[in-house]
């Protein structure tokens, strides 16, 4: 016997029971996106490689050591499996001229890949929500992705996420502050760590975030981004607090704040819980407004976050959301070749008149039938043997208590169900 082949390490199936929490989490997930005028969008999952250059920064870890990244043997084009969606996302709007007519809201929900080192909440594919403003240059539109984001949080039921932000400021004030955190790391020479080291001349701002404990002392004593701002920078980092403050939304100001991805600008963001162990990080994003024209599109601003879904429902379950499997309205039994065939069809008279029934298959005695129905949570039998078949009728036998068992025309089927079912609802669990 051959050995059963293994899925991918960090790359996990999603089993029937998990499945069905997830599509619950998802059409709560569209619901939400809907109230707030955002707008579906689907793009490919693999993209030329130069892309993700480009738009996330050759010298970033995504880019220099966690994509999935290989030659086409057809035509030598060098390709990735995305490991975000927001660059994806800005090329599919300038492909296909999406601003032409105005500002747009997008979202789209799916898998990114990442060669990281698998762990409860990191995978390497893992799925995000990821939610794109563009064309939108004020604070508000900012403010209002961070407020959606506690909307979600309530929606779900979710307690103990915190808000940090930060301002990132722009691309000269950046350059300034950039050459004074170099001049001053270099004070340090052997006491910063290998990452930093690295990162020194390339990206400066990403050490930092470090989490080096040893690192921490030389870190918290560098010169602030936020001291560097001008006042264009800093009067829209506080338009954004004030519309949080009048949301009642509270945040901390985390100045060490800086995100992994080199295209963001202004106001960054991050939704944090300390219930997920070392992956506290549920949601985040900010202001990107260079990336269009980084692009190739024509210059306008830009704002987005993305979520981690197996984050979000590691946490859902955690704070006591509970699967409940769904059950069908009738499972219908049948025995014998003649009492099958109307069986079959009654299932689908039913599924016509919009009940959910499970047919049973794959034979067995009555008994057996039953207890699988039983097991099944229907709330009625439809049963059909050979003096139902005979009679052209169906019997319905109530699951849930101990009401009689009754014959039914197979003409008056679905509305006898419907009845049947009505009567439940209305005394609230018993016929």
Same mark, same amino acid.
């Given at each position: 016997?051959?050995?059963?082949?293994?899925?991918?390490?960090?790359?996990?199936?999603?089993? +029937?029971?998990?499945?069905?929490?997830? %599509?619950?989490?998802?059409?709560?997930?569209?619901?939400?996106?809907?109230?707030?005028?955002?707008? +579906?969008?689907?793009?490919?999952?693999?993209?030329?490689?130069?892309?993700?250059?480009?738009?996330?920064?050759?010298?970033?870890?995504?880019?220099?050591?966690?994509?999935?990244?290989?030659?086409?043997?057809?035509?030598?084009?060098?390709?990735?499996?995305?490991?975000?969606?927001? &660059?994806?996302?800005?090329?599919?709007?300038?492909?296909?001229?999406?601003?032409?007519?105005?500002?747009?809201?997008?979202?789209?929900?799916?898998?990114?890949?990442?060669?990281?080192?698998?762990?409860?909440?990191?995978?390497?594919?893992?799925?995000?929500?990821?939610?794109?403003?563009?064309?939108?240059?004020?604070?508000?539109?900012?403010?209002?992705?961070?407020?959606?984001?506690?909307?979600?949080?309530?929606?779900?039921?979710?307690?103990?996420?915190?808000?940090?932000?930060?301002?990132?400021?722009?691309?000269?004030?950046?350059?300034?502050?950039?050459?004074?955190?170099?001049?001053?790391?270099?004070?340090?020479?052997?006491?910063?760590? &290998?990452?930093?080291?690295?990162?020194?001349?390339?990206?400066?701002?990403?050490?930092?975030?470090?989490?080096?404990?040893?690192?921490? !002392?030389?870190?918290?004593?560098?010169?602030?981004?936020?001291?560097?701002?001008? %006042?264009?920078?800093?009067?829209?980092?506080?338009?954004?607090? &004030?519309?949080?403050?009048?949301?009642?939304?509270?945040?901390?100001?985390?100045?060490?704040?800086?995100?992994?991805?080199?295209?963001?600008?202004?106001?960054?963001? !991050?939704?944090?819980?300390?219930?997920?162990?070392?992956?506290?990080?549920?949601?985040?994003?900010?202001?990107?407004?260079?990336?269009?024209?980084?692009?190739?599109?024509? +210059?306008? +601003?830009?704002?987005?976050?993305?979520?981690?879904?197996?984050?979000?429902?590691?946490?859902?379950?955690?704070?006591?959301?509970?699967?409940?499997?769904?059950?069908?309205?009738?499972?219908?039994?049948?025995?014998?070749?003649?009492?099958?065939?109307?069986?079959?069809?009654?299932? !689908?008279?039913?599924?016509?008149?919009?009940?959910?029934?499970?047919?049973?298959?794959?034979?067995?005695?009555?008994?057996?039938?039953?207890?699988?129905?039983?097991?099944?949570? &229907?709330?009625?039998?439809?049963?059909?043997?050979?003096? !139902?078949?005979?009679?052209?009728?169906?019997?319905?036998?109530?699951?849930?208590?101990?009401?009689?068992?009754?014959?039914?025309?197979?003409? %008056?089927?679905?509305?006898?169900?419907?009845?049947?079912?009505?009567?439940?609802?209305?005394?609230?669990?018993?016929?």
């Amino acid at each position: 016997m051959s050995q059963i082949l293994q899925a991918i390490r960090g790359m996990n199936d999603i089993l +029937p029971d998990e499945a069905e929490l997830w %599509e619950q989490f998802e059409e709560q997930v569209r619901d939400w996106l809907r109230a707030y005028g955002y707008r +579906p969008i689907r793009m490919p999952m693999v993209e030329p490689t130069p892309l993700f250059a480009r738009a996330i920064g050759e010298v970033t870890d995504i880019v220099e050591k966690e994509m999935y990244s290989f030659t086409n043997s057809l035509n030598g084009e060098q390709l990735t499996l995305r490991p975000e969606g927001t &660059a994806s996302c800005v090329r599919a709007v300038l492909q296909s001229n999406l601003l032409y007519d105005g500002p747009k809201r997008l979202w789209y929900l799916g898998p990114m890949f990442r060669h990281e080192r698998p762990q409860k909440g990191r995978y390497r594919q893992f799925h995000q929500v990821g939610v794109e403003a563009l064309g939108f240059p004020g604070p508000d539109v900012d403010a209002e992705q961070i407020v959606m984001c506690a909307r979600l949080w309530d929606d779900l039921g979710l307690t103990g996420i915190r808000l940090e932000i930060n301002s990132l400021g722009h691309p000269d004030e950046r350059a300034r502050h950039r050459a004074e955190l170099i001049a001053y790391l270099s004070k340090f020479g052997g006491q910063l760590d &290998a990452d930093a080291q690295r990162r020194l001349h390339t990206n400066p701002l990403r050490i930092l975030d470090t989490k080096n404990p040893h690192m921490q !002392e030389i870190v918290e004593g560098a010169p602030k981004l936020m001291d560097f701002l001008g %006042e264009e920078s800093l009067k829209h980092f506080e338009g954004v607090q &004030a519309l949080l403050r009048d949301a009642g939304i509270p945040s901390r100001i985390n100045p060490r704040l800086v995100r992994g991805l080199d295209y963001y600008n202004l106001t960054v963001f !991050e939704w944090m819980t300390d219930e997920l162990g070392a992956q506290g990080t549920v949601c985040a994003g900010g202001r990107y407004d260079g990336l269009v024209s980084q692009l190739g599109g024509k +210059p306008a +601003p830009a704002c987005g976050f993305a979520m981690g879904i197996e984050r979000l429902l590691a946490l859902w379950r955690d704070q006591g959301n509970k699967h409940t499997a769904p059950v069908p309205d009738v499972y219908v039994v049948h025995q014998g070749e003649r009492a099958a065939g109307l069986a079959f069809r009654a299932a !689908e008279r039913l599924r016509d008149a919009g009940f959910a029934v499970h047919f049973h298959c794959g034979g067995g005695s009555f008994k057996s039938q039953m207890k699988k129905a039983d097991a099944s949570g &229907a709330l009625l039998a439809a049963i059909v043997g050979d003096d !139902e078949a005979a009679a052209n009728q169906v019997s319905l036998k109530p699951l849930r208590d101990q009401a009689e068992q009754r014959r039914i025309d197979f003409d %008056e089927l679905a509305d006898a169900v419907g009845a049947w079912l009505y009567e439940w609802d209305d005394d609230d669990g018993s016929l």
